[in-house]
């Protein structure tokens, strides 16, 4: 994938690795940035710093109309789109206690945005036989967030339904990435840092802390190599070989790190009672 002359759509294009991607892209060349976000405000004040390329607008990725309209108005300015990269993405901080509206609203942003977004884009990249996907997915779809199990399992499920795609129609052209990067320095993390999340020490403990630009950088390095999972901190490999040879051990190591941050004072919330019987 050469990024020159292209036209890409990033969803969560406000902050973080959205606009991070954007700068990146405009870097390598892109013809047209479409940054897509809930706050279409600070969608367009970030396309209004990268350039005349970009433009921002207000959607709302959980509902999948607003993304068939997006695709199709990108689709009818710039004749095609090279590259979806599916971005937005929330976190919880909590476990099983998290009530079911967090739950959903996880499943909605991290995974079905991502389906919708496939739905929406796959009938014209199919047709032509080109196109890329780049899914952000977090290490956490590949380890897990220790801390937040709506993350951690969303996330799962948005590693195995990139992996499907690729599985389904590279053989169509179709080229997708999983990128899934461990700590970065987005608001996310600072939101989570700031609330005392276990799961936001344990990034913080665990490894370098990357910026979204270097994240940036090491999505369009994969996506040049058409690397399905790209993984911007190396040692995740690492550790996902560790998982898959030695659960037990893995899962060890991971409880003596909670251990520890628990004995710092980093305590997750008890999980809630079970609602009374009707």
Known sequence: MNLTGRVAVITGG??????????????EGAAALILADLDGGAAEAVAATVGPLASGVAVDVTDE??????VAETERRYGQIDVFCANAGVSTGGGV????????????????SHVYAARAVLPAMLARGSGYLLHTCSAA???????????TTTKHAAVGFAEWLSVTYRDQGLRVSALCPQGVDTPMLATGLAAGHLGAQVIAASGAVLSPDEVAAAAVAGMAEERFLILPHPEVADYARRRAEDPDGWQSGLRKLVRRLRAAGHEPPPPSPPPPSP
């Not at 406000?14 to 870097?27: S, Y």
């Not at 109309?65 to 997006?70: D, G, I, K, P, S």
């Not at 206690?97 to 079905?112: F, K, M, S, T, Y």
């Open 97 to 112: 206690e998290v009530d079911n509206a967090g739950w959903d609203r996880a499943w909605q942003v991290n995974v079905l």
């Open 14 to 27: 406000a902050g973080g690795i959205g606009a991070a991607l954007a700068r990146r892209f405009a870097a």
């Open 65 to 70: 109309e607003q993304v068939r309209a997006l």
């Open 141 to 151: 779809g590949v380890l897990t967030a220790v801390g937040d199990a709506p993350y």
